[in-house]
């Protein structure tokens, strides 16, 4: 894969109270799915009400290419939402700590949980969830 089609995760975060605009946020992102600059914006994943891996709080994910990065990343920060935004590389620690951008306060995440460099098993999950 070329750097200009790399792939990318963003967790965006919510609770009770955040509920609403998560899936008020989530229900555009569909919309918007492989249009416009969100054409290279692949998956819009279930809301999940509980931590599920390294993730502490309910979360749901998106999917994306490159070139989405600036739509989906102005999204995000308009959204008022906390989101955790990564490329995928060979390395899941480093993809959820040194690489990541944060939007909002970061959250402390399980660690323990994630893929040994060399082993991303995110690759795998890219375009489609598990969760």
Do not use: C
């Not at 946020?25 to 600059?37: K, N």
């Not at 709080?57 to 008022?80: C, D, K, N, T």
């Amino acid at each position: 894969m070329t750097d200009a089609q790399a792939p990318f995760h963003a967790h965006i975060y919510y609770d009770a109270a955040s509920r609403a605009k998560a899936e008020q946020l989530r229900a555009e992102l569909q919309a918007q799915m492989g249009s416009g600059d969100l054409a290279d914006l692949l998956l819009v994943g279930p809301m999940v009400d509980r931590p599920v891996g390294p993730h502490p709080v309910p979360q749901y994910e998106i999917h994306f290419h490159r070139p989405a990065l600036p739509a989906v990343l102005a999204r995000l920060e308009a959204s008022g939402l906390r989101a955790l935004v990564h490329e995928l590389t060979q390395d899941d620690l480093a993809d959820h700590t040194t690489l990541a951008h944060w939007i909002g306060e970061p959250l402390e995440l399980d660690l323990t949980v994630l893929d040994p460099p060399g082993m991303n098993k995110g690759f795998d999950r890219f375009g489609k969830t598990d969760f």
